[in-house]
């Protein structure tokens, strides 16, 4: 199975927003173009470059951190997709994705968190975060963090990762999303 590349640039280990390191995940890609490693890494770098202006994900997300400057917001977190290869054609858009993929999705979350250690990760897509691995707090280790209920994750060098389940930007109210992130941004 083809597994897409994070995109990482350099402002996330720089600076990232507010000084801290920000992982932004999604649910997987569509394409009607053969799947490769680097359909993350292209989509993003055509949505800093305006080619693709419609994709209301990479629109809205930047603004419920404050940010009116997508490049610049895009240019300093982290992003990955849960499922780690397309699910399929556009038309497939809503597909969740095989057993495998969700299997393979589950362990890549890990590997992401460990290597890259983000401060924060904001998952926008239900569908997505239902399939995350358990965190601590799933795990009964420790309770959920009322009332926005954020999570825990633990990398394998013990750094500890906040993490929320958010809606994904077209079935979700801006003035809630925006709350939410501003909540454990300060957090």
């Not at 470059?49 to 629109?59: A, D, H, I, K, V």
């Not at 597909?95 to 460990?114: F, H, M, P, S, Y």
Request: proline share 6%.
């Amino acid at each position: 199975m083809i597994e897409h590349r994070v995109w990482c640039p350099a402002g996330y280990q720089q600076s990232g927003i507010a000084g801290q390191r920000i992982a932004i995940a999604g649910h997987s890609h569509t394409s009607d173009e053969p799947d490769n490693a680097a359909m993350t890494e292209n989509c993003l770098k055509k949505v800093i470059s305006g080619e693709y202006p419609n994709l209301q994900f990479f629109n809205r997300v930047p603004g419920y951190f404050g940010c009116d400057d997508r490049a610049g917001f895009w240019n300093s977190v982290l992003f990955f997709n849960f499922v780690p290869s397309i699910v399929g054609a556009r038309s497939e858009w809503n597909n969740n994705g095989t057993k495998e993929q969700n299997e393979a999705g589950r362990a890549r979350v890990q590997r992401i968190l460990d290597k890259y250690k983000p401060d924060k990760l904001f998952v926008f897509t239900k569908k997505g975060w239902d399939q995350f691995p358990p965190t601590l707090e799933d795990q009964k280790v420790r309770p959920l963090v009322e009332p926005l209920n954020w999570h825990t994750y633990q990398t394998a060098s013990g750094h500890e990762v906040k993490a929320i389940g958010l809606p994904h930007p077209d079935r979700a109210k801006k003035a809630t999303q925006i709350e939410r992130v501003k909540a454990l941004m300060a957090s």
